[in-house]
């Protein structure tokens, strides 16, 4: 697999049908295997906050989420054309999911959970939910009251091929980082705005937008008091050590071994 670094941070240089092949061949091994679909927040708060930095270190592998990061990892040779956004391949791979795979969706309410299990059974009859959780998770990737202890005993004994989280940022990377060592075998799939997107309770912007890396710029209008602060700080720290690590040549490149 090759892997090229922004701000940083590795990331592997795949396309969604390379990341769905990937992830059906994880599933088959004994082991757990965590993937975050990064876009420029988590890599600048990776290059920013240690302590956060750390949380990531529960993830084997990180994709390239936003049309930022593919734009530098071209920049460095990756010849891609398009990011592996998280609700769509959260859409594609459930939409596609081969028979006898199954899927546990841990976050979002309830009505999340429900419309998501009605709306892909229908687009495929094949696809098994063993299970799910749909309560509260806190900073520290705790979750309330005894369901703490229960999820991680119900997902190791149903054993699902696939776990989905969508708690979001930094809920459920400190979620990956506290119980993934718990866990039996699986992927782990962190893709949280995907949730609500493919449940249809929020609204995501057009393809014209994301396709322009210009995602942010709908979900700042859709939910400005709760993304605003969110978008200017670390926004702004990305285009800052871009240039700062830029100056020295290290914005992006191969990684280091």
């Given amino acids: 697999m090759n892997t090229l670094r922004v701000l940083e ?20 091994q ?15 708060q990776m290059r920013h906050d240690p302590a956060f930095r750390e ?5 084997d592998h990180l994709v390239p989420d936003g049309m930022p990061l593919v734009w530098c990892l071209n920049r460095a040779g990756a010849r891609m054309g ?66 703490e202890k229960q999820v991680v005993e119900d997902i190791n004994r149903l054993s699902p091929d696939f776990l989905w989280v969508g708690f979001g940022t930094p809920k459920q ?10 866990l039996h075998r699986g992927v782990v799939l962190t893709v949280g705005f995907a949730f609500d997107a493919n449940a249809g309770l929020k609204p995501d912007a057009p393809a014209w937008m994301r396709g322009r890396g210009l995602t942010w710029l709908y979900r700042l209008a859709s939910e400005p008091r ?32």
């Fill in 9 to 28: 941070t590795p990331l592997l240089v795949m396309d969604y049908d390379q990341l769905a092949a990937q992830c059906l061949a994880w599933a088959r």
């Fill in 30 to 44: 004994p082991r757990v295997v965590a993937v975050e679909f990064a876009n420029t927040h988590i890599v600048t």
């Fill in 55 to 59: 949380l990531m270190r529960g993830y």
């Fill in 82 to 147: 398009d990011r592996v956004y998280g609700p769509t391949f959260m859409e594609r791979f459930l939409a596609a999911a081969p028979p006898g795979t199954t899927h546990y969706l841990l976050g979002g309410s309830e009505e999340c959970g429900g419309r998501l299990r009605e709306m892909f059974a229908r687009r495929n009859p094949h696809l098994e939910f063993a299970g799910g959780f749909h309560g509260a998770c806190n900073t520290e990737g705790v979750l309330a009251g005894d369901a």
């Fill in 173 to 182: 990377q400190a979620w990956t980082r506290r119980h993934k060592h718990l």
């Fill in 226 to 257: 709760r993304l605003g602060p969110r978008y200017v700080k670390w926004n702004s720290l990305f285009l800052f050590y871009l240039l700062f690590d830029g100056l020295r040549g290290r914005a992006w490149g191969r990684t280091e071994r």
